[in-house]
């Protein structure tokens, strides 16, 4: 078992390398958060997606809460 966290170890650690050196890259030659930030804003709608997903995290933690009094 220890060798297979060794190797799911490796894997993550050349994995954060290469995404890294990707991101080096990318500002030596010019990149720009804000211009990223914003193509990814458009293509995949991050904050509608995020309002909804933490609207919906309340939702069902005060469920629990509620359905957690009814017990005692």
């Given at each position: 078992m220890s060798k297979g966290w060794r190797i799911i170890g490796g894997i993550v650690l050349v994995l954060?390398?290469?995404?890294?050196?990707?991101?080096?890259?990318?500002?030596?030659?010019?990149?720009?958060?804000?211009?990223i930030t914003d193509q990814l804003e458009q293509q995949y709608l991050?904050?509608?997606?995020?309002?909804?997903?933490?609207?919906?995290?309340?939702?069902v933690f005060q469920n629990i809460v509620e359905g957690?009094?009814?017990?005692?």
């Open positions: 954060l390398l290469l995404g890294a050196i990707s991101i080096g890259v990318g500002f030596l030659t010019g990149g720009n958060i804000n211009n991050l904050t509608q997606r995020w309002e909804a997903y933490s609207q919906w995290g309340t939702t957690v009094k009814g017990l005692w």
